[in-house]
């Protein structure tokens, strides 16, 4: 502890990203170093994702507001209107239609896409990173 590694790790994540040759995947062995990391990177003004796999998605932490799952929570522009409505209403109702489970999926995946297309860096676990999202 204390020896800079995280101020390392950040400094050069962003050197990197800056440089605009694609999106840096930053990696660590366990989701609190990946939650340090993308704190101190998110830090530095770069569009992060916090990418955690699907069965932590419940577990609560410090950078929530940036992990993917939350990002497609809170998008509202254009189609993700209807994607909001049709949360609302699974979650109401505890399930959805066939077509409509299925527009949600849909409507879900593609805000993924848009979310992690438009960030600089993604942080995630080094088993996470083998997650088909990204």
Known sequence: PGTGKTVTSTTLVYHLAKQKLGKVLVCAPSNIAVDQLTDKINGTGLKVVRLCARSRESISSNVDYLSLHEQVKHLKKGNYARMQELMLRKEEQGELNE????????????????????????????????DRRI
Do not use: G, S
């Not at 848009?114 to 083998?130: H, K, P, S």
């Open 99 to 130: 077509n409509d489970e299925k527009k949600l999926k849909e409507l879900q995946r593609q805000a993924e896409d848009e979310i992690l297309r438009n960030a600089d860096v993604i942080c995630t676990t080094c088993v996470a990173a083998f």
